[in-house]
């Protein structure tokens, strides 16, 4: 079976697909990778052919940034790259509506990965959850329309959709994370799977590795790692990260991710980088501090790492409250009520949270998400019914999370 994998170019996306594609092409399908040039080098780390999608006329196509107003030339891109490559399957990402409706135009399956949480509507259940952010049915209701508008752009309002009224999830969507993190109560819809982390990335530089160790060792003190998200409309983190660590008795490497304007205080002891992978990063740590995105969380989990999370836009809130709600994170409001270096203090201390993290963390490590994902994405080719989900369901109820901020969703990328 040829499978074009077409997620969005950014590391948090693209690195679960690879993760994915790899087991793939170990079963022995043709497995290749369209995306961004920026997506070039680490699909050729991994081995799999790859196709620019600016080459396809997909100028912004594969762009987390560029998500809603790139859906046009992301859709030309995947149909003239599908077509080329003769794609049997698509395996994308969420938020991906061009690859969606490609798959439509090429009548072709379309397999979908996922956050670590569900960001949409339950099938049933949930009522009661409390936000963060925006509801899950203001979030559901804004994508929907994003893609409804995306569907006429593209000549294909007339055309009978192929998923009716759940046309985000694909023919399968697979979530990366635990059902812990689902809200007690709340039921997934059918075609969503719980896989797990995907977990691959671009293997680490050895000379920069050992650059970023010796600097950490010189400080001595016990090591932070912090990676930052989009801020979206909620601000900047930097005034509390300058308060944390500065004079305290931590220090942080900070990973800039997709943030822009560093601002890190002359005396702060923090390192600054901006690289293709976290593992070794996180190894170091004793604590991970980052805005509630999948990547950093989950990498956090797998090490048995307490969170502490400071939550801006899109699923940066629903994640937080998934994870203290699961006893694995603690809230850093950017409030400076509370002081900085007191809550990292705590957190670092907190031997429930970190108990938690490691058993959770556990779990997810011993899910073997590729394989997983490799067993759905087969089974959609086949068109054979998907055995029940057993997982669907979220656990049942528990106490519930009181809301501390609210932050106004934003359709410019996921976190």
């Not at 994915?20 to 070039?40: P, Q």
């Not at 409390?130 to 209701?141: A, E």
């Not at 490691?358 to 011993?366: H, I, S, T, Y």
Request: glycine share 12%.
């Amino acid at each position: 079976m040829k499978i074009l994998l077409c997620p969005l170019s950014d590391g948090g996306y693209l690195y679960p697909a690879v993760a994915a594609g790899l087991e793939l092409r170990r079963r022995g399908h043709d497995v290749s990778v369209l995306g961004r040039s920026t997506a070039a080098a680490a699909a050729a780390g991994a081995g799999l052919p790859f196709a620019a999608a600016e080459e396809y006329g997909g100028h912004r196509a594969f762009s987390a940034t560029w998500w809603g107003p790139g859906g046009a030339a992301q859709y030309r891109a995947t149909v003239r790259a599908a077509r080329e490559t003769g794609a049997d399957l698509l395996v994308t990402s969420v938020l991906c509506n061009g690859a969606l409706l490609a798959a439509e135009t090429l009548d072709v399956p379309v397999v979908v990965i996922g956050l670590s949480v569900h960001l949409w509507d339950y099938a049933a259940g949930g009522d009661d959850e409390p936000h963060l952010g925006r509801t899950r049915q203001s979030r559901t209701r804004d994508c929907l329309r994003i893609h409804a508008d995306l569907r006429e752009e593209t000549g294909l309002a007339g055309r009978a959709p192929r998923w009716a009224d759940e046309p985000l999830l694909g023919d399968a969507l697979l979530l990366r994370g635990d059902p812990e993190l689902e809200y007690p109560g709340g039921l997934l819809p059918e075609r969503v799977r719980h896989v797990g982390p995907l977990s691959w990335e671009p293997t680490p530089d050895p000379a920069r590795t050992e650059a970023i160790g010796e600097h950490l060792s010189r400080s001595g003190k016990p090591v932070v790692y912090v990676h930052l998200g989009r801020s979206f409309e909620g601000g900047s983190l930097w005034p509390r990260l300058n308060e944390a660590f500065t004079g305290g008795r931590f220090q942080a490497v900070v990973e800039q991710g997709r943030s822009t304007d560093p601002r890190p205080a002359p005396d702060a002891d923090v390192l600054l980088v901006r690289e293709r992978w976290m593992g070794p990063l996180v190894d170091r740590a004793g604590l991970v501090l980052s805005s509630g995105t999948s990547a950093p969380v989950l990498a956090a989990l797998l090490r048995g790492l307490p969170l502490a999370l400071a939550p801006n836009g899109s699923e940066q809130p629903l994640l937080t409250g998934a994870c203290v709600r699961a006893g694995v994170a603690a809230h850093f409001p950017k409030s400076p009520a509370v002081p900085a270096q007191a809550l990292l203090e705590s957190a670092w201390r907190d031997d429930g949270l970190r108990a938690r993290a490691r058993v959770l963390g556990g779990r997810l490590a011993a899910m073997d998400g590729a394989a997983r994902a490799a067993d759905v994405v087969e089974r959609v080719a086949g068109a054979s019914p998907a055995p029940p989900a057993g997982v669907s369901a979220a656990p049942p109820a528990g106490p519930s999370v009181p809301t501390k901020e609210k932050h106004e969703y934003a359709i410019s990328g996921p976190g």
